[in-house]
């Protein structure tokens, strides 16, 4: 029975984690109850609300989240409870049965342990020694193997969970890659922004850099040549950007690198010697063996500052580097 609703539990939570991987759903312990049950689709007006909140907010907020876990799982757990629900509390419930059997059986051997001693000590013939002797070895056998058999279930249980984690991640993976690069997209950027920010100390910074006149290079050339230029830059940053950084590709010639333990000066000095470095380079058409009018890059710097929150620092690349596309462009930006 257990292992049935083990099994059941766990092809909901494959269908659910995929799920929230697309939508972006964070894996916190509500939003995983929130889609189990909605997977489940037993109960519809979960299911109503969440799409609800889908369609308002474009995703589930935390609080809303929150909210419809207490309004429908807590009470539907409870009626599962009563009839054949499968759910995470159940499966809980019957791990904790499980281990207070084992609990029991533990605490049965331990009086017979104490009992066998007071008799071997009061017995005064081989015999009944004996006898004793062989009554304590069955026993210990059958606990023995009670104790194996529950380690075995703990440890399938973890092997589950394992795989199911492995899943998230690699779905969260390939949700924060950028397709033509292999870099980072937004997301991921966002993401390693959103981890490190709490612990810089005005000392993490963004670059915002962008290839200059794509549209035009893109016309001169054809399509493909512009994708294999942007290629090029991928390889080319990820070349010059220092270990323990992060570079993503937001959109089309534009890319972000992340530094920490970078301040400001130290930013704006990477950033200068990565466009001096871009401005110099001599980059071939391959059809037509030409070499590319000259390409190069204008760069937005920011770093974060006291309690700036990553969003600003975001805005505040994103508006340094508009400010070096209006200052003519092949140059850095890190300030107004
Ligand atoms: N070939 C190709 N072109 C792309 C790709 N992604 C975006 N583009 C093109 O890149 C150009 C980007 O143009 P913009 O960023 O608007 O402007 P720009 O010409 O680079 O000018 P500045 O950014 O002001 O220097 C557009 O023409 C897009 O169609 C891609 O993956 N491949």
Redesign the pocket.
Known sequence: MFQQDVNQANSLMKAAIPLMAKLDIPPTPFNYGVWFEYVSNRTPKLNASVDKALRKFGGLPAFVSQDIFNEFILTEDFQCAQSQGPTLKKLTHDLANETDQVNDELKNFKRTLSKATKAINKANDVAHIEKLTSLLEQRTFQVNQIVEQFSETLIAAQEEIDLLKAELSDAKLNTELDQ?TSLMNRKGLERALFSLAPYSEDDLSLLFV??????????EN??????S??RYFAKLLSSHTPEGSHLARL????FAILLSETELSLASQFAENLRKKVSVQKIRNKNTKTILDSVTV?IGVATLFGNESPSDLIKRSEDFLVHA?KSG?NCVVHRK
């Open positions: 033509l962008d290839i200059d006149n794509l549209k035009k290079i893109n016309e054809s399509k493909a040549i512009c994708t230029l942007i959109n089309g010639g534009q204008s596309k462009k």
